[in-house]
């Protein structure tokens, strides 16, 4: 297997049915997998403790760092069960929603979330199965919302809700959520994502539980976390663009120019952005994407996305290796564009204030003017690495790190080929060496290249960037010109 992707976008695929055992978890990961996500509103604990062994498994056989994120359910909000399984709601028609346990019917069902009730007010819209049935509360108090259907359809046994007018008074971790956290910290995942996100403080709330053993990935699927969103960006360290639960909760039409916010938002910041949802649903059953499926995936990268993402059609689909290689070439084909080249360069919008910010953009203007084959960064916590990722150069980005699990959670990062250290570097010569060596190693240099090396003096300090070097690839001109 290459040692090397031959893109800057990464690719997560999501693991279940279709995809849980060695053969098949190795075979998306050759494919192009760069990060594997276990989905927590699936599966036992047990099922995903073995998916977990056998992705340290293929990243021992390989030796490549392997990312791993484990997704959240967050709270479901379901309707109760109906007497005859279900009813057709017409436009027009009343329909009330109470805590009554009792089997609805076509004039009323129970809706067990007081949280809801306690939140609604007139005038509020309730959309029920994806947003297929749509409703509008006339009245309501601490048990009940009398509503009138706008929108009708078949609502039936323990059909979703979404409540996309107000903030809801419930915490984004339910008691499964927090008994997954600690099961998944301990367990050694690298991220954790966040659904059911409104405000900051539900990131925050997940950081302290977590207690540094995951980076936190905020899923933006609510409309309120739209009007928070800088500050749930702050509290975070990533971002998801859930973009089915965006597309319910508010119009479809809207979801694009949201996502292209987003994603430059997440540059700016230096934070890794998933683009989720969708994305190729139709090999969920064909071998083929359709066309207007690959047009979005290569919108996502054109906008410069850190990562693409599948979830049914590597976790339940019949073609869960051909859902990865397919977003494989069209990332390859994308990045190829000159077109490419000239978005991704003409979108940068980076205020820099630091001297790491003035190393990192030195760093790319002169890889991009001269002829350096790569940017190669020392980084204890990954920080350098996602500066120098911000700034989207042209020319691969090495990270070298002795800390393995900032190895893992960069494989995220848009562009960062990590490479763990074994020994710990404490003079910028020795940097320089290692960086020259990896270089060669993973085919990203020849002896008669050039690299551009950056990193922290003095080492091991974290946000010390303030060295950059450009350096031959053979080690006997570093031995010579290199000083102390």
């Known amino acids: 297997m290459e040692m090397r992707r031959r893109r800057k976008v990464k690719i997560v695929?999501?693991?279940?049915?279709?995809?849980?055992?060695?053969?098949?978890?190795?075979?998306?990961?050759?494919?192009?997998?760069?990060?594997?996500?276990?989905?927590?509103s699936h599966g036992t604990h047990e099922e995903q403790a073995a998916r977990h062994a056998i992705i340290r498994q293929i990243e021992n056989d390989l030796g490549r760092p392997i990312a791993i994120l484990a997704d959240l359910q967050g709270p479901k909000l379901r309707v109760g069960a109906f007497t005859a399984g279900a009813h057709d709601l017409?436009?027009?028609?009343?329909?009330?929603?109470?805590?009554?346990?009792?089997?609805?019917?076509?004039n009323r069902v129970c809706l067990p979330h007081p949280e809801i009730f306690a939140a609604l007010k007139p005038g509020a819209t309730l959309l029920v199965n994806d947003g297929k049935i749509r409703l509008r509360v006339e009245s309501c108090n601490a048990d009940f919302a009398d509503c009138v259907v706008t929108v009708g359809g078949t609502i039936s046994n323990r059909k979703g809700v979404n409540v996309p007018d107000v903030v809801l008074p419930l915490a984004a971790l339910s008691e499964k959520d927090r008994s997954d956290l600690e099961f998944t910290c301990e367990l050694g995942v690298d991220w954790l994502a966040l659904s059911f996100v409104q405000r900051p403080e539900d990131v925050t709330e997940a950081r302290t539980l977590a207690k540094g053993r995951a980076a936190v990935l905020a899923k933006i699927e609510k409309p309120a976390a739209l009007g928070a969103f800088n500050e749930i960006l702050a509290a975070a360290d990533g971002i998801m663009v859930a973009r089915g639960d965006?597309?319910?909760?508010?119009?479809?039409?809207?979801?694009p120019p949201i996502q292209k916010r987003l994603v430059r938002a997440c540059r700016a910041a230096a934070k890794p952005v998933i683009v989720a949802?969708?994305?190729?649903?139709?090999?969920?059953?064909?071998?083929?994407?359709t066309r207007a499926e690959v047009s979005d995936v290569a919108t996502a990268i054109y906008e410069g996305a850190d990562a693409v993402m599948l979830s049914a059609e590597s976790a339940a689909g019949r073609y869960p290796v051909e859902a990865v290689k397919t977003m494989d070439s069209v990332a390859?084909?994308?990045?190829?564009?000159?077109?490419?080249?000239?978005?991704?360069?003409?979108?940068r919008r980076v205020k820099r204030s630091t001297v790491a910010d003035g190393i990192v953009a030195a760093a790319r203007e002169i890889a991009e003017a001269t002829d350096v084959n790569a940017i190669c960064c020392f980084t204890q916590t990954g920080t350098t690495a996602s500066l120098v990722a911000r700034e989207r150069p042209s020319v691969p980005i090495l990270a070298l790190t002795p800390v393995m699990g900032t190895a893992r959670r960069l494989c995220l990062t848009w562009g960062v080929h990590c490479v763990p250290t074994s020994e710990k570097i404490d003079r910028f010569k020795a940097a320089v060496v290692n960086a020259a060596k990896a270089a060669r190693a993973y085919g990203f240099a020849s002896e008669n290249d050039q690299i551009v090396v950056t990193a922290g003096v003095?080492?091991?300090?974290?946000?010390?960037?303030?060295?950059?070097?450009v350096a031959p690839c053979d080690e006997r001109l570093i031995y010579s010109t290199d000083p102390e």
Do not use: H
């Open 13 to 40: 695929a999501t693991l279940g049915p279709s995809s849980s055992d060695y053969q098949m978890i190795r075979a998306l990961f050759e494919a192009g997998a760069d990060v594997f996500r276990l989905n927590m």
């Open 90 to 106: 017409e436009e027009g028609d009343k329909f009330r929603f109470d805590l009554d346990p009792a089997d609805g019917d076509s």
């Open 246 to 255: 965006l597309g319910v909760e508010l119009p479809v039409t809207s979801v």
């Open 277 to 289: 949802t969708q994305m190729l649903e139709s090999m969920i059953e064909s071998p083929m994407p």
């Open 332 to 347: 390859q084909s994308v990045e190829s564009d000159p077109t490419y080249r000239e978005i991704i360069e003409s979108s």
């Open 458 to 469: 003095p080492f091991n300090v974290r946000g010390t960037t303030n060295i950059l070097r």
